[in-house]
């Protein structure tokens, strides 16, 4: 291990780094050594590398666990600024290791990182070699709450990861650390007594003491303006908070608190560097801003219509914007052309992670001409009375350079104008194609978007190259600092890894040559099919994994799968956990048998070609190293009972306003049987609602859940039946989780529909009362898929059709208001308006017409009502009477004033055509009816009573009396079709 050490720092020097020693405080990570944390702050140029021991007491197992350690190596690397090539430069230090980075599957898999407490965040990835995490890389975006001018790359390798799958070793006590010398050996006793330090032993009350001196040493220094010692008290507080942590003797309201104040300061210190470099005058000097490409003044002529190529070429996208930005390049390709005279084909868009590309049919060679007016002064302005120019003609004549005496006169509406008639010329197809295609880049977007070296670009991740021919015509292009070439860029590990490309014509076919599959439909089979072929083998398939395909068509350009193996004994472990792992963590597809069963196999699937068997061998071991972690955490959790494990997550904070898990578990249950209460349920749901409610969320202190979040729910079944609960409880607790998607399973049994109702409800009154709602495509708590989850699970469970919306949300806001917070009526409200949006969506995505989306919205406080109706109005529609029926309501409801209440005096009615509507109203009320169909019936013979009404009655009356019956009559048939459909909604969609 000291060899690789040495290795990258000989690797990092060559290339301008300059190497510091690792900091003489405990740090989590390298990131907090003030040779990153502070000097990515400001306008100086920084390369740097070093080792650094990363303490963390959370993750001491005594040595015991193979992958865990509370002091781990890290190699930290920064770039400041961004070189250009930073993947290429890291490919390179593994190179230096003795990787074989071709006959190993390296991949960089989206992984965006954020420490609230130090203000910073950055967007990256994981570097897997085979499945392991090896490296974490970040364009750093904001440290210390200040946006980084220029961008800093982070490189921070996990060292003894590196070194256990380079040596092949299970553990990290076996990995060779210097001649004869194991890591365990050397290691393997501090490793142990610091593990009893953090987790047993540590002194809580020492602790505290430490923490409140260096948090108030920390004050001072700051206050003194000496920003580094200052930085090294803060990690002190931050190392001593993690002590705590690691003991269990830090509160919710405890850790809120801690939060804040390190913040706070780590803040304070970052502002303080910024303010003392610049006192200094930046001694290292600024860095260079990167020149501009010069705009093309060069457009080459063509002949004839050619097919247009344009490429955009980026690091590693994140896979769901592989498609999004597919279908984005397509969209603003369509409109910007739109918006010219040039003449073209079909527009397709095809995308990999580090492609782009664009594929226009038959480009024509010119823009056609177009003759445009150019209109003057009116013509009685324009000559006097002689028929001569006046000064307002000869003006605009001039302006346009033109004779007077060429003006026209041009009739607009009527009215009759001077002007005159322009041919404007059209433009060469390369011109055009230039000025829409770099606009196209500058306007790239993603949901996440960063900044790199590039200082007027901004996307999901750098745009390193562009390729733009038309036909064989170069295309020039200038965006910022990048132009566009003839050459791309094929696989990283090959041979000429940057190549050129004569023409746009069977690009796809070409890039096949060197092993990229553009088209991601193409790609997405192949997955299947190699995926299918490797699972026959061993007597298996691989169904129903179409979302993880998905995901994993857009984390290749080439798929290579790969067919591995687990042992048997850990199908032991529930399934869910397996799969878990395999999906979340690894990206790859779980292998069963013909009955479902899992078999002890997996698909995993490479970037291109690579060595089967060390690709084979290296994801296995991932796995089992997994699993191994899978299998501990199960068995401690085993001997925890659930009554226990629900202690634990008083620990865990939720939100800083709304208390602990805890907190929210209790609001949870009380929620859940307010709502049972209103239901009416049998003594026996009843029962199993009040037992499971009595332990909501109590896997959520588990260790697997801990470490396996997705787990939730799931976990909390297993445990609970191993404890000896009822399965109807372990169900409930289950469904508590449903659904935990769109479109996702949602609850089987009433109780559980009730706790998953209860857990929304309180999410999304709780937030929302303390500021915390979706803003944009920021959704931290996911409140979205919570009202997501309230619309589907109601619409599930027509029984449960009397608990609406708002009844729901007032129910979860009585125990938040129990929490001394305030929650007002407008944002109930609010809250109830936000989900009803989520059930119109849900409508429009089924294709349900928008009329009658509309007209039903009204119900969608009871999505089955809801529901119920809508089936009813499709079947309505096409019926000449509803049509009626419709067109008559809607007219009574124009009619009469919004403010005009229901109520009227039949005996001042003296009409025929009013008394035969009153009495044929007071039937149909009578009548009453279920549902849309009922009201439908009841309400039609109303249609032609209505319509008559109308024709022969003076609804304004001059008779104040008269009048208001008459309006009241109006507004008693209104309010009474109200709450059944909105009638306005359905427009003139119907025809009678």
């Given at each position: 291990?000291?060899?690789?050490?040495?290795?990258?720092?000989?690797?990092w020097?060559?290339?301008?780094?300059?190497?510091?020693q690792?900091?003489?405080?405990?740090?989590?990570?390298?990131?907090?050594?003030p040779?990153?944390?502070l000097?990515v702050?400001?306008?100086?140029?920084?390369?740097?590398?070093?080792?650094?021991?990363?303490?963390?007491?959370?993750?001491?197992?005594?040595g015991?666990?193979?992958?865990?350690?509370?002091?781990?190596?890290?190699?930290?690397?920064?770039l400041?600024?961004?070189?250009?090539?930073?993947?290429e430069?890291?490919?390179?230090?593994?190179?230096?290791?003795g990787?074989?980075?071709?006959?190993?599957?390296?991949?960089?898999?989206?992984d965006?990182?954020?420490?609230?407490?130090?203000?910073?965040?950055?967007?990256g990835?994981e570097?897997?070699?085979?499945?392991l995490?090896?490296?974490?890389?970040?364009?750093?975006?904001?440290?210390?709450?200040?946006?980084?001018?220029?961008?800093?790359?982070?490189?921070?390798?996990?060292?003894?990861?590196?070194?256990?799958?380079?040596?092949?070793?299970?553990?990290?006590?076996?990995?060779?650390?210097?001649?004869?010398?194991?890591?365990g050996?050397?290691?393997?006793?501090?490793?142990?007594?610091?593990?009893?330090f953090?987790?047993?032993?540590?002194?809580?009350?020492?602790?505290?003491?430490?923490?409140?001196?260096?948090?108030?040493e920390?004050?001072?220094?700051?206050?003194?303006?000496l920003?580094?010692p200052?930085?090294?008290?803060?990690?002190k507080?931050?190392?001593?908070?993690?002590?705590?942590?690691a003991?269990g003797?830090?509160?919710?309201?405890?850790?809120?608190?801690?939060?804040?104040?390190m913040?706070?300061?780590?803040?304070?210190?970052?502002?303080?560097?910024?303010?003392?470099?610049s006192?200094?005058?930046?001694?290292?000097g600024?860095?260079?801003?990167?020149?501009?490409?010069?705009?093309?003044?060069?457009?080459?002529?063509?002949?004839g219509?050619?097919?247009?190529?344009?490429?955009?070429?980026?690091?590693?996208?994140?896979?769901?914007?592989?498609t999004r930005?597919?279908?984005?390049?397509?969209?603003?390709?369509?409109?910007?052309?739109?918006?010219?005279?040039?003449?073209?084909?079909?527009?397709?868009?095809?995308?990999?992670?580090?492609?782009?590309i664009?594929?226009?049919?038959?480009?024509?060679?010119?823009?056609?001409?177009a003759?445009?007016?150019?209109?003057g002064?009116?013509a009685?302005?324009?000559?006097?009375?002689d028929?001569?120019?006046?000064?307002?003609?000869?003006?605009?004549?001039?302006?346009?350079?033109?004779?007077?005496?060429?003006?026209?006169?041009?009739d607009?509406?009527?009215?009759?104008?001077?002007?005159?008639?322009?041919t404007?010329?059209?433009?060469?197809?390369?011109?055009v194609l230039?000025?829409?295609?770099?606009?196209?880049?500058?306007?790239?977007?993603?949901?996440?978007?960063?900044r790199?070296s590039?200082?007027?670009?901004?996307?999901?991740?750098?745009?390193?190259?562009?390729?733009a021919?038309?036909g064989?015509?170069?295309?020039?292009?200038?965006?910022?600092?990048?132009?566009?070439?003839?050459?791309?860029?094929?696989?990283?590990?090959?041979?000429?890894?940057?190549?050129?490309?004569?023409?746009?014509?069977?690009?796809?076919?070409?890039?096949?040559?060197?092993?990229?599959?553009?088209?991601?439909?193409?790609?997405?089979?192949?997955v299947v099919?190699?995926?299918?072929?490797?699972?026959?083998?061993v007597?298996?398939?691989?169904?129903?994994?179409?979302?993880?395909?998905?995901?994993?068509?857009?984390?290749?350009?080439?798929?290579?799968?790969?067919?591995?193996?687990f042992?048997?004994?850990?199908l032991?472990?529930?399934?869910?956990?397996?799969?878990?792992?395999?999906?979340?963590?690894?990206?790859?597809?779980?292998?069963?048998d013909?009955?479902?069963?899992?078999?002890?196999?997996?698909?995993?699937?490479?970037?291109?070609?690579?060595?089967?068997?060390?690709?084979?061998a290296?994801?296995?071991?991932?796995?089992r190293?997994?699993?191994?972690?899978?299998?501990?955490f199960?068995?401690?959790?085993?001997?925890?009972?659930?009554?226990?494990?629900?202690?634990?997550?008083?620990?865990?904070?939720f939100?800083?306003?709304?208390?602990?898990?805890?907190?929210?578990?209790?609001r949870?249950?009380?929620?859940?049987?307010?709502?049972?209460?209103?239901?009416?349920l049998?003594?026996?749901?009843?029962?199993?609602?009040?037992?499971?409610?009595?332990?909501?969320?109590?896997?959520?202190?588990?260790?697997?859940?801990?470490?396996l979040?997705?787990?939730?729910?799931t976990?909390?079944?297993?445990?609970?039946r191993?404890?000896?609960?009822?399965?109807?409880?372990?169900?409930?607790?289950?469904?508590?989780?449903?659904?935990?998607?769109?479109?996702?399973?949602?609850?089987?049994?009433?109780?559980?529909?009730?706790?998953?109702l209860?857990?929304r409800?309180?999410?999304?009154?709780?937030l929302?009362?303390?500021?915390?709602?979706?803003?944009?495509?920021?959704?931290?708590?996911?409140l979205?898929?919570?009202?997501?989850?309230?619309?589907?699970?109601?619409?599930?469970?027509?029984?449960?059709?009397?608990?609406?919306?708002?009844?729901?949300?007032?129910?979860?806001?009585?125990?938040?208001?129990?929490?001394?917070?305030?929650?007002?009526?407008?944002?109930?409200?609010?809250?109830?308006?936000?989900?009803?949006?989520?059930?119109?969506?849900?409508?429009?995505?089924?294709?349900?017409?928008?009329?009658?989306?509309?007209?039903?919205?009204?119900?969608?406080?009871a999505?089955?009502?809801?529901d119920?109706?809508?089936?009813e109005?499709?079947?309505?529609?096409?019926?000449?009477?509803?049509?009626?029926?419709?067109?008559?309501?809607q007219?009574?409801?124009?009619?009469?004033?919004?403010?005009?209440?229901?109520?009227?005096?039949?005996?001042?009615?003296?009409?025929?055509?009013?008394?035969?509507?009153?009495?044929?109203f007071?039937?149909?009320?009578?009548?009453?009816?279920?549902?849309?169909a009922?009201?439908?019936?009841?309400?039609?013979?109303?249609?032609?009573?209505?319509?008559?009404f109308?024709?022969?009655?003076?609804?304004?009356?001059?008779?104040?009396?008269?009048?208001?019956?008459?309006?009241?009559?109006?507004?008693?048939?209104?309010?009474?079709?109200?709450?059944?459909?909105?009638?306005q909604?359905?427009g003139?969609?119907?025809?009678?």
């Amino acid at each position: 291990m000291q060899d690789a050490l040495l290795a990258l720092t000989r690797y990092w020097t060559e290339r301008g780094a300059m190497v510091v020693q690792p900091f003489n405080t405990e740090v989590g990570a390298g990131t907090l050594n003030p040779a990153t944390v502070l000097r990515v702050l400001g306008p100086e140029p920084w390369r740097v590398a070093y080792v650094e021991p990363s303490v963390r007491p959370d993750d001491a197992r005594y040595g015991e666990n193979p992958n865990r350690l509370q002091t781990h190596t890290q190699f930290q690397v920064i770039l400041k600024p961004d070189p250009g090539n930073p993947q290429e430069l890291y490919l390179g230090s593994l190179q230096a290791l003795g990787i074989d980075v071709a006959a190993h599957d390296v991949r960089f898999v989206e992984d965006n990182w954020a420490s609230p407490a130090l203000g910073a965040w950055g967007l990256g990835w994981e570097v897997w070699l085979d499945g392991l995490e090896i490296t974490q890389f970040t364009y750093f975006q904001q440290a210390g709450g200040q946006t980084l001018d220029p961008v800093s790359v982070e490189i921070t390798y996990g060292v003894e990861r590196i070194m256990m799958a380079l040596q092949g070793v299970a553990h990290f006590k076996d990995i060779a650390y210097a001649p004869g010398i194991s890591y365990g050996e050397a290691f393997g006793q501090a490793e142990y007594e610091m593990s009893r330090f953090y987790l047993d032993d540590a002194d809580v009350d020492t602790q505290r003491r430490l923490f409140e001196d260096y948090a108030a040493e920390a004050r001072r220094l700051l206050d003194a303006r000496l920003p580094v010692p200052a930085h090294i008290h803060v990690l002190k507080c931050s190392h001593t908070f993690n002590v705590l942590d690691a003991r269990g003797a830090v509160s919710t309201t405890e850790r809120a608190k801690a939060f804040a104040r390190m913040r706070g300061l780590a803040r304070e210190v970052a502002g303080l560097w910024s303010e003392r470099r610049s006192e200094l005058d930046h001694p290292l000097g600024l860095v260079p801003a990167l020149p501009q490409a010069a705009a093309p003044t060069e457009f080459p002529a063509v002949e004839g219509a050619h097919p247009l190529l344009f490429e955009i070429g980026t690091e590693e996208l994140p896979p769901h914007e592989v498609t999004r930005t597919a279908a984005a390049v397509e969209r603003a390709l369509t409109e910007k052309l739109a918006a010219t005279r040039l003449g073209h084909g079909a527009i397709t868009t095809y995308a990999t992670p580090r492609r782009v590309i664009a594929v226009v049919d038959a480009v024509e060679p010119v823009e056609p001409d177009a003759e445009r007016t150019v209109r003057g002064p009116k013509a009685a302005a324009a000559y006097d009375a002689d028929g001569n120019p006046t000064k307002a003609a000869a003006g605009f004549a001039r302006g346009q350079g033109v004779d007077p005496a060429e003006l026209r006169r041009i009739d607009v509406d009527g009215v009759e104008y001077v002007g005159i008639t322009r041919t404007d010329i059209g433009k060469g197809a390369v011109e055009v194609l230039s000025g829409v295609l770099g606009a196209v880049v500058a306007e790239l977007r993603a949901d996440k978007n960063m900044r790199w070296s590039d200082p007027k670009l901004s996307f999901t991740r750098p745009v390193r190259w562009l390729l733009a021919l038309l036909g064989t015509t170069p295309v020039p292009v200038a965006v910022s600092a990048l132009t566009a070439g003839h050459t791309t860029r094929v696989h990283r590990t090959a041979a000429d890894p940057v190549v050129e490309v004569a023409s746009a014509e069977g690009y796809l076919d070409f890039l096949a040559g060197h092993g990229i599959v553009a088209d991601q439909r193409r790609r997405r089979d192949l997955v299947v099919s190699s995926a299918a072929e490797l699972a026959a083998t061993v007597g298996g398939v691989v169904d129903g994994e179409s979302a993880l395909v998905d995901e994993i068509t857009n984390l290749v350009e080439e798929p290579n799968a790969v067919l591995g193996s687990f042992d048997a004994r850990y199908l032991e472990l529930p399934a869910e956990i397996l799969t878990t792992v395999m999906r979340k963590h690894q990206r790859y597809l779980p292998v069963r048998d013909a009955d479902g069963a899992l078999l002890p196999h997996f698909v995993a699937v490479a970037n291109g070609a690579c060595d089967h068997d060390k690709v084979r061998a290296g994801n296995e071991a991932v796995l089992r190293a997994r699993y191994e972690d899978a299998s501990f955490f199960w068995r401690a959790d085993l001997r925890t009972p659930p009554e226990r494990m629900k202690e634990g997550i008083a620990k865990l904070a939720f939100e800083e306003r709304l208390g602990s898990v805890a907190q929210r578990a209790d609001r949870i249950a009380s929620v859940a049987l307010a709502l049972g209460a209103a239901a009416g349920l049998s003594e026996e749901d009843d029962a199993v609602l009040r037992a499971a409610a009595g332990l909501a969320k109590f896997d959520l202190g588990s260790q697997m859940v801990i470490e396996l979040t997705s787990l939730a729910g799931t976990m909390a079944r297993e445990y609970a039946r191993r404890a000896g609960q009822p399965e109807s409880v372990a169900q409930a607790l289950y469904d508590m989780e449903l659904p935990r998607s769109g479109g996702g399973a949602v609850p089987t049994t009433v109780p559980g529909a009730l706790l998953a109702l209860a857990d929304r409800f309180d999410l999304l009154a709780g937030l929302f009362a303390v500021g915390a709602k979706p803003t944009g495509s920021s959704d931290p708590f996911g409140l979205r898929r919570a009202g997501a989850g309230v619309v589907a699970i109601l619409r599930a469970f027509p029984r449960l059709s009397g608990l609406t919306v708002p009844f729901g949300l007032s129910t979860a806001a009585d125990q938040v208001r129990a929490q001394g917070i305030g929650v007002d009526d407008a944002v109930l409200a609010e809250v109830a308006e936000f989900v009803k949006r989520r059930y119109e969506q849900v409508l429009l995505d089924a294709g349900t017409p928008h009329e009658q989306v509309g007209a039903v919205l009204p119900l969608a406080d009871a999505p089955a009502t809801a529901d119920a109706a809508v089936a009813e109005l499709a079947g309505l529609t096409t019926d000449p009477g509803f049509a009626g029926l419709v067109a008559a309501l809607q007219r009574v409801r124009r009619i009469v004033p919004a403010d005009t209440g229901a109520g009227y005096d039949p005996a001042a009615l003296v009409e025929p055509a009013e008394l035969e509507l009153h009495q044929v109203f007071a039937k149909a009320h009578a009548a009453g009816g279920t549902g849309l169909a009922g009201f439908v019936v009841a309400a039609s013979p109303l249609t032609e009573p209505v319509n008559t009404f109308f024709d022969a009655v003076l609804v304004m009356a001059p008779e104040p009396a008269l009048r208001a019956a008459r309006l009241g009559l109006l507004a008693s048939i209104r309010d009474w079709a109200a709450p059944v459909l909105d009638w306005q909604a359905l427009g003139t969609s119907l025809e009678a």
